[in-house]
């Protein structure tokens, strides 16, 4: 079956733009997460929705980030005047539960260069 | 959630088994330890989780010590493909899971 999709694959952005980064979740999966990928290290949760509710948004960087999930099913992470510190993979993970034994099904994510 | 600690890199033999470690000291009664890996340009795979008791599938098994300080990942005959990021997670419910950097781990022939 399907997996969690994302896309774009690859997004070049200038310094300044605003980028936004689409996330297709396993269907029927309730809860969605966002994490942020530098260069050689570990992901780095940004945020995660149960449904349409934003539940955490405690690793979000700043407030140029923001991320929804209207329907509770494909999820939208927006960058706002991009930065070069904003490279990076973004990551989204998808989870059937709301509990925690509860594994997350993640997709290839998207690399932001941000020139 | 509980900060975990692994090592930063470990070599394996290939069709050996690879055993990688991570210390959870500060672990809680109702938080689970997640092992997920990740190879190059890719997203993190699932690959097992636990609460108190060892646990197996068809990918790999996981020993937690009795006082869940700590745990093994053991991939019991690991082949080239098996060379990746290594990440040991302990979280308490669906939301925050905090990843850290990692073992990587390469398998060699």
């Known amino acids: 079956g399907a997996g969690v999709s994302q896309s774009p694959r690859y997004k070049v952005a200038k310094r300044g733009q605003d980028v936004a980064l689409r996330c297709d979740p396993i269907?029927?999966?309730?809860?969605l997460f966002w994490y942020q990928q530098a260069l050689g290290q570990g992901p780095e949760f940004l945020t995660y929705f149960q449904n349409e509710a934003q539940l955490d948004k405690s690793g979000l960087p700043s407030d140029r980030f923001f991320a929804e999930r209207p329907e509770g099913s494909v999820s939208t992470l927006k960058i706002q005047r991009t930065q070069q510190e904003d490279s990076a993979v973004y990551l989204c993970?998808?989870?059937?539960?709301?509990?925690?034994?509860?594994?997350?099904?993640f997709g290839p994510g998207t690399r932001l260069t941000v020139l | 959630d509980a900060k975990t600690t692994q090592p930063p890199s470990m070599d394996c033999a290939e069709g050996r088994a690879a055993n990688l470690p991570c210390n959870h000291s500060t672990i809680s009664g109702n938080e689970y330890v997640y092992w997920y890996r990740q190879i190059h340009s890719q997203g993190p795979q699932y690959i097992i989780h636990?609460?108190?008791n060892n646990e197996t599938n068809e990918m790999a098994s996981l020993i937690i010590t009795e006082d869940r300080k700590s745990s093994t990942l053991i991939l019991p005959h690991a082949t080239l493909r098996d060379t990746a990021v290594y990440y040991c997670i302990v979280s308490l419910n669906a939301g925050k899971s905090t990843f850290g950097d990692g073992t990587t781990l390469t398998v060699k022939p």
């Open positions: 269907s029927g999966h309730v809860s």
């Open positions: 636990g609460l108190k």
């Open positions: 993970a998808s989870s059937p539960l709301d509990r925690g034994d509860n594994e997350q099904f």
